[in-house]
């Protein structure tokens, strides 16, 4: 590298920062972004999201014991009173329109003759309208209506059996099972709450769970930085539009050394713009990213394959123009197979395998290892590896490509 | 020529350079309609939801193991991996699974011992507990605790009537049979969820993904192009066209309202191909109610038109414009839920959704598209978008100058 390099990249670089555009686009809106997918993914991912209330409304056509029981004392109880807000309605219809209308997310019939079947014993349903426009919700009331209307049965079950066993067992008497049964139903109450099979809900192995807000950090950084040396290198082809390219080569520098100043620019804009990105997100989120030493190997190895991409943008490209609406058209559809906008670990495996094809994935998956509390160099050689190749091979074809004038 | 004509002639001027240019093309329809079927085919199950992969790995591999095999297999939202518990987990561990649902060796036997047992749904600490996993397994698992307490409970009775503790254990492991036997083919009390929608019976069906990014994608890049293209505006004041335009015997009036009337029917072109492609290509039933469809996409135009107006009038430089058009276009159709279905987003951000057009336009297509309403339905949404576009052009055409 010589002199002339450090200079033209230092002077295109105090341009840059001055340009308060771009301070705009490749800071404040990854920022702004930021902050929304975190509001937005933040309860939806540590599991709390449910916890607001589903608001689901109830009809009792039914008006028997059972079905007074089953409001009043199941679905009102406190577990399933976190998991949903009930409200009732007159009329099926009412409840119908109001789902219908997305204004809540199930209504629950409870028909008529409900009680009626439970108590004896047989059959019987129950309807959940949903609004299919929100079925993810509509799937999580249906699986909780289920489980406590089981409750109603236990009872009935219970009896039942007991019954049928020891009759068939010939331990009593059909005779003397009807006589007890009363006696039975009280007897029955000792037992009831008893759960034999507990649910154990359990975090796996590995670093804790990150808000949404620590993922899009990344992810957006990732995303944003891809935008920045895109607009970076598009400064060459306006420099080559205005001949200004040209006039400099009449002086005594060489070729590499405006292309080698141009690339070190580039470079050094996705660093600082990253670097940037890093510390407001520490700054004002809170974001904690880990070991600051391999952040700056990662963050240059992510520098560096962007400021390739870009070069290969900026050289396939005929205008400023041109490139500017070929960048967005590259990186948006790339950011997503990579991860940058719905999380890699989320996406269906045909997805998680095209994803490797995409810079996004790489640079996701190394800053990751290191917010997870990666501290060895081994943790995030790979992608780092990937991640030089992929900024070797475009910079190489695309310094190939570029034209001075 | 009257002013009209004169309108009308900068209005189809402006289309005719449009449908020309490439570079429109790939914005206004490659890129929505590449990002709607990546996202669309990514998030294939349950509206728009990703597909939840899980594992189960069952190793008991019993009748009452299977019970949570076959339930978590017939949930769409769940894309799930029949496995052992090693493998499982090994699963969980890699990230390849967001949970992992594990039965251990001994589980059955130890239900008809009347023992009890658990099972453990693990999920990524990454993502977070998985809600409908644990509440499927927590459905199943209701049950068999309800078989263990009527085996229990006929056990018990046994042997208070016969004074002989050796019969129990027998006698409880076929009384939790008989009890299990109650669930199948109808549980005691059945949960049926029937989607409630406009549509008539022979045209309901589940819903897609793309029923989601179809018009998602649509109602981010039909106002990212509009507000770009109002915003040209700009450009043209800042080279001094405008002001030329001037001197030729065109009135203000005409060659603004040809120039909004440009924008405006570029956006229904653009509209247009894409509803056209999502219904035939993509098979989104945007078709349900072409009249709520024109009203809708008629008023939400109006919006989008308004809003490139009023940056136009407000803005001064090409530069200004390029910075704010993604920050007034891409944010809101955030908060719209053009991305992700709202119902994802906490109730807050569901709120916000209000805020914004894009809001509106979601809730009135999704109306139309998955919940199958006629043109009544979605006259709220119209009339919400229409009074965005009244405001935004009231705003802009107050603000703008010429020079």
């Not at chain 1, 409900?114 to 929100?134: C, I, K, W």
């Not at chain 1, 490209?317 to 989320?346: K, Q, T």
């Not at chain 2, 890699?94 to 047992?117: C, E, H, Q, W, Y």
Request: glycine share 8%.
């Amino acid at each position: 590298m010589t002199d002339k390099t450090l200079v033209i990249a230092l002077k295109d670089l105090s341009i840059r920062t001055r340009d308060r555009r771009s301070a705009v686009i490749l800071l404040a809106m990854p920022m702004a972004l930021i902050f929304i997918l975190g509001l937005v993914f933040t309860p939806l991912w540590s599991g709390t999201a449910e916890i607001q209330r589903i608001p689901i409304v109830v009809v009792d056509q039914d008006r028997g014991e059972i079905a007074r029981l089953f409001i009043e004392q199941i679905l009102a109880t406190g577990e399933i009173g976190r998991l949903l807000r009930i409200d009732r309605a007159g009329e099926a219809s009412a409840a119908r329109t109001l789902v219908m209308r997305g204004r809540r997310v199930a209504g629950l019939i409870i028909p008529e003759g409900f009680s009626q079947a439970v108590m004896t014993g047989r059959p019987t349903r129950l309807t959940l309208y949903t609004d299919p426009a929100q079925s993810i919700r509509a799937g999580i009331v249906q699986s909780i209506v289920t489980r406590f209307a089981a409750e109603i049965a236990k009872r009935q079950i219970a009896v039942t059996v007991a019954a049928e066993t020891l009759i068939v067992e010939r331990v009593m008497t059909p005779d003397q099972v009807a006589a007890a049964i009363p006696d039975w139903l009280r007897d029955v109450e000792e037992f009831i709450d008893h759960q034999a099979v507990a649910i154990a809900e359990e975090r796996g192995a590995g670093p804790r769970f990150a808000p949404a807000i620590n993922y899009y950090a990344i992810a957006m950084g990732v995303m944003y930085i891809l935008f920045g040396v895109s607009i970076a290198s598009q400064g060459i082809l306006v420099e080559r539009r205005e001949g200004t390219l040209a006039r400099l080569r009449t002086t005594p520098t060489t070729a590499g050394d405006i292309i080698g100043g141009k690339l070190l620019a580039t470079f050094l804009t996705g660093f600082t713009q990253l670097s940037l990105l890093v510390v407001f997100t520490r700054a004002f989120y809170g974001v904690r990213w880990g070991s600051p030493l391999l952040l700056a190997v990662m963050i240059s190895a992510t520098a560096l394959a962007a400021a390739g991409l870009g070069t290969l943008i900026a050289a396939l490209a005929r205008s400023p123009e041109s490139a500017e609406a070929l960048a967005p058209a590259v990186i948006l559809p790339m950011s997503f197979l990579g991860g940058s906008m719905w999380p890699i670990y989320a996406m269906p495996p045909w997805l998680d395998t095209a994803s490797r094809l995409s810079f996004n994935r790489w640079a996701l998956d190394g800053f990751l290892a290191i917010m997870d509390g990666a501290t060895t160099a081994a943790a995030i050689a790979q992608p780092v590896a990937i991640l030089l190749g992929m900024g070797v091979v475009c910079l190489a074809i695309g310094t190939w490509r570029l034209r001075f004038q | 020529m009257s002013a009209v004509h004169k309108a009308a002639a900068i209005a189809l001027l402006s289309l005719a350079i449009t449908i020309r240019d490439r570079g429109a093309l790939l914005w206004r329809l490659v890129m929505p309609l590449v990002m709607t079927v990546l996202v669309g085919s990514a998030f294939g199950g349950a509206a728009g939801a990703a597909r939840l992969p899980v594992a189960v790995g069952d190793d008991d591999d019993s009748s009452y193991s299977r019970l949570f095999v076959d339930r978590l297999r017939t949930e769409r939202a769940i894309q799930l991996v029949e496995t052992t518990v090693t493998d499982a987990q090994a699963r969980l561990d890699r990230r390849r699974v967001a949970a992992a649902v594990l039965i251990p060796k001994g589980f059955a036997s130890r239900i008809n011992m009347g023992k009890d047992t658990d099972v453990s749904v693990r999920f990524d600490p990454r993502r977070g507990p998985q809600t409908l996993v644990t509440e499927i397994v927590r459905e199943t698992a209701m049950r068999l605790s309800i078989d263990s307490i009527a085996g229990e409970f006929a056990a018990a009775l046994a042997v208070r009537q016969s004074a002989d503790p050796s019969m129990a254990p027998g006698l409880r492991r076929r009384a939790i049979e008989r009890a299990d036997g109650h669930w199948s083919p109808t549980p005691p009390i059945t949960v049926t969820a029937e989607p409630v929608t406009a549509f008539a019976a022979d045209r309901r069906r589940l819903p897609t993904g793309m029923e989601q990014s179809s018009p998602g994608f649509a109602v981010m890049f039909v106002m990212m192009a509009a507000v770009f293209s109002a915003a040209a505006l700009v450009v043209e004041r800042q080279n001094g066209t405008l002001a030329r335009l001037l001197t030729t015997p065109t009135s203000r009036a005409a060659i603004l309202g040809g120039k909004i009337a440009g924008v405006y029917l570029q956006g229904l072109v653009q509209m247009a191909i894409l509803v056209g492609v999502g219904q035939a290509v993509l098979d989104v039933n945007w078709g349900q109610s072409p009249v709520g469809l024109a009203l809708l996409v008629g008023a939400y135009l109006l919006a989008a038109t308004g809003l490139g107006i009023m940056l136009a009038a407000v803005v001064r430089t090409e530069a200004q414009a390029a910075t704010l058009v993604p920050v007034v276009t891409i944010i809101p159709a955030m908060l719209g839920g053009t991305f992700w279905p709202i119902e994802v987003a906490p109730s807050y951000m569901r709120a916000l959704a209000y805020a914004v057009p894009q809001g509106w336009a979601m809730t009135g297509f999704v109306n139309i598209i998955t919940r199958g309403f006629g043109w009544q339905g979605v006259l709220p949404q119209a009339a919400a978008l229409a009074g965005f576009g009244a405001a935004f052009f009231l705003a802009g055409i107050w603000l703008f100058r010429f020079e």
